[in-house]
């Protein structure tokens, strides 16, 4: 979450960009959003983990390649609906940190049985 929050700073009130973006209406995309929505996505993330740790050896690889798929299929929804260039931009680049650091921070933690 600080990552993300880190990230809407340099984008919105230091880099001056208005991350707008089309939602059932024109959404401003502010950093409670952004804070809310990073600490879903990884809770959601780490319960998948914990689901497949129990369930199958090969926990940590499974999980990546889903992980790594969700974050690519996830950078759709702001390259489609951003409003402007600069808001595409900004909101991919929110989800390919979080992305990164979760799938990198959950990876590093998970078991994986042989």
Same mark, same amino acid.
């Given at each position: 979450?600080?990552?993300?929050?880190?990230?809407?700073?340099?984008?919105? &009130?230091? /880099?001056?960009?208005?991350?707008?973006?089309?939602?059932?209406?024109?959404?401003?995309?502010?950093? &409670?959003?952004?804070?809310?929505?990073?600490?879903?996505?990884?809770?959601?993330?780490?319960?998948?983990?914990?689901?497949?740790?129990?369930?199958? &050896?090969?926990?940590?690889?499974?999980?990546?390649?889903?992980?790594?798929?969700?974050?690519?299929?996830?950078? /759709?929804?702001?390259?489609?609906?951003?409003?402007?260039? /600069?808001?595409?931009?900004?909101?991919?680049?929110?989800?390919?940190?979080? /992305?990164?650091?979760?799938?990198?921070?959950?990876?590093?933690?998970?078991?994986?049985?042989?």
């Amino acid at each position: 979450m600080v990552a993300a929050l880190v990230d809407w700073i340099l984008l919105v &009130p230091l /880099g001056g960009l208005t991350l707008t973006a089309r939602q059932g209406g024109v959404q401003h995309i502010g950093a &409670p959003a952004v804070v809310i929505s990073t600490a879903v996505v990884s809770l959601l993330g780490w319960a998948l983990l914990a689901i497949l740790e129990r369930r199958t &050896p090969r926990a940590r690889t499974s999980w990546t390649v889903v992980a790594t798929i969700v974050c690519v299929t996830s950078l /759709g929804s702001p390259l489609a609906n951003g409003i402007g260039l /600069g808001a595409k931009l900004g909101l991919a680049s929110l989800h390919l940190v979080v /992305g990164a650091i979760v799938i990198l921070g959950l990876r590093r933690t998970a078991a994986e049985r042989c």
